[in-house]
């Protein structure tokens, strides 16, 4: 399952072993992923947080890559007419917080 328009850091690792992505479905939003996985016998590649996160709302089994993920940097892009609310100024320094305490685990 592939979402949104994203593409997975892995993917270059995969056809690097030999292997080629196979897409099955794609969905507009991550949060409809989890049901469609436990429904079905399709897997998805996502970080170990949002994976953890996911399966407390469906019966998922979360298995680690066979292969190490390189470093990626995260971007936030925001409208500039959004970007000056004091909603998004929250959310950018949740999400830089929430960064922080990745790396430094």
């Given at each position: 399952v592939c979402c949104c328009r994203g593409c997975f850091i892995s993917y270059?690792?995969?056809e690097r072993q030999g292997y080629s992505r196979q897409v099955a479905m794609k969905t507009?939003?991550?949060?409809?992923?989890p049901f469609i996985?436990?429904?079905s016998d399709l897997l998805m590649a996502l970080p170990?947080?949002?994976a953890e996160t996911m399966a407390r709302a469906a019966r998922l089994t979360i298995f680690?890559?066979?292969f190490p993920v390189p470093p990626f940097d995260v971007k936030i892009y925001a409208h500039q007419r959004s970007g000056k609310r004091e909603a998004t100024r929250?959310?950018?320094s949740l999400l830089q917080t929430?960064?922080?305490e990745s790396t430094a685990s």
């Open positions: 270059p690792e995969l507009p939003s991550m949060l409809s992923a996985i436990e429904q170990r947080r949002a680690p890559l066979p929250w959310l950018i929430l960064v922080g």
